[in-house]
């Protein structure tokens, strides 16, 4: 198993998939620290970004990059967990915000949101083309405003508790082939929620990213 890498600021971690110079300077305004995910360090190269890690199996990153960026590079051989697993595993930060793990292939986007929740991770945000997506934590008060969408989908059977959402959420037996939360909507400034174990995801539109942010930063975490 590799050393932990360990921050004491927020990171931002790319990966291969899509995004714009514009989402990378947002998150970096955000997270200094810049982790490359295997193949996402080749487009930050491309781009004039120099991570200071790259963390995955390495099975898409350019060699020449590789031999480039020497000891800065962290190999994980095994085949069984995606490149975001590996990194949010080796990653210690007080947050994250992911870039290029969702685009053009479904799958990777599928993969990245189980990633969310198999780590229990609740400060880690995954920012979309025109949505963010992270883990609901034990308790989370938003500041949001009336009127807002506001998205809850399960990855697994989940209970909870909310005020401040046009369907409150109580008495609701929330799981992947029973029952979802998509286009529910504010109806105050400010939704509390409250789950009885991790598992439920929470997609906003790009817009509330700082306020979300701000909420995760004080809110208890899963693990």
Known sequence: ???????????????????????????LGLAPVLIAADGGANGLLASGHVPQHVIGDLDSLDPIIRSDLGDKVIHIPEQDSTDFD?????????????????GARLDHTLASMSSLVRHGRARVIMLAAQD???LAPPRLTLALP???RFSLFPMAPVSGRSSGL?????GAKFAPAVQ????????????????????????????????????????????
């Open 146 to 148: 009336m009127g807002a």
């Open 166 to 170: 046009y369907w409150p959420i109580e």
């Open 132 to 134: 963010i997506c992270f």
């Open 180 to 223: 979802i939360g998509t286009s529910n909507r504010t109806n105050a400034e400010q939704v509390v929620l409250e789950f009885d174990q991790p598992g439920m995801l929470v997609l906003l539109d790009r817009a509330h990213l700082l306020n979300t942010l701000s909420a995760l930063k004080s809110a208890p975490d899963w693990t």
């Open 1 to 27: 198993m590799c050393q932990p890498v360990d921050s004491i600021y927020g990171v931002t971690l790319v990966g291969g998939g899509i995004y714009s110079q514009k989402d990378l300077k947002q998150a």
């Open 86 to 102: 590996k990194c949010l595993r080796t990653l210690r930060a007080p947050f994250v915000l992911a870039l290029g793990f969702d």
